[in-house]
Structures are given as C-alpha cells and as structure tokens.
C-alpha cells in the first residue's frame, strides 16, 4: 500500500470489528449439547422467513483484522478503546458516558487516534512536542 489515509485507516477498523463480531464464539472446553440434531420438515418451513447467514471470514480477512487489532497498541489504553467502540459501532452518546467525557473531547480523540495510527503506518513519528490539531491535520499529507 502506498499511502494511508484516515479514511482507509476507519475502514480497516470498521471492517476488523465486523471480522471478529462473526467470527464463532467461545466455549468452554469439553462443552457440548446431548440434544440430538433437530432437522426441520417441510411443513414446519411453509411461512418461515429464511434464516441468512453470513460468509464465515476468510484467513486474509482475520489476518488483516488482526494486524489492524494490533494498531490499538500505539494509543493511550483510553483512546484505544475509544476507537474501538467507534468502530463496533456504537453510538457517541453511551460512549460518553462510558468514558465520562464530552462529545467533543470524544471526537478530538478519536480523530486524533486515527491520525497516530496513519502516521505510524506511513512510517512517521508522531511528534511529541506539536498539538493534536497539528498531528491530524497533517495525517494524510
């Protein structure tokens, strides 16, 4: 990849968020069901709406995910779950509340953590000694 962008950088996140959220869930070793397999006539089917699944991950797709899970890593611990949560979705409000600051303050960190990690991943240090309005606004440059 030549350049990253914050926008390419919301999506991998976004889309890492969407990987593991489908991924199949955890279970306790040994875990298992005695219930015997339930197989569905064609009577209990007639005015059922079909159940769609969605494509299980490919390795590519959690290995990307991975390496974008790994990007968290560079960011305050507070400012990695910011961004997480923003790209599970959820909305600013309960985040806010969560993490018991403003909305405003929640969206200066948040883009101020997107523009960490496109420095980063452009192989450019973060300048320490500049404010947050100069590190996103020189992101994508």
């Not at 200066?108 to 523009?115: F, H, K, L, T, V």
């Amino acid at each position: 990849m030549s350049e990253w962008t914050t926008t390419i950088v919301e999506d991998r996140l976004e889309s890492a968020a969407d990987v593991f959220r489908s991924l199949p869930e955890v279970k306790p070793q040994g875990y298992f069901n005695a219930w015997p397999e339930y197989f569905h006539s064609f009577a209990d089917k007639v005015g059922q709406e079909p159940r769609t699944r969605r494509p299980k991950p490919s390795p590519r797709d959690i290995t990307q995910a991975e390496d974008a899970l790994l990007w968290l890593r560079w960011l305050e611990p507070a400012d990695a779950r910011l961004l997480w949560l923003r790209a599970n979705r959820k909305p600013w409000k309960p985040i806010c509340w969560e993490l018991g600051i403003s909305r405003a303050t929640a969206n200066r960190r948040w883009q101020y953590g997107i523009a960490v990690i496109v420095w980063r991943l452009n192989g450019r240090r973060v300048p320490r000694k500049r404010s947050m309005k100069f590190v996103v606004a020189h992101a994508s440059h």
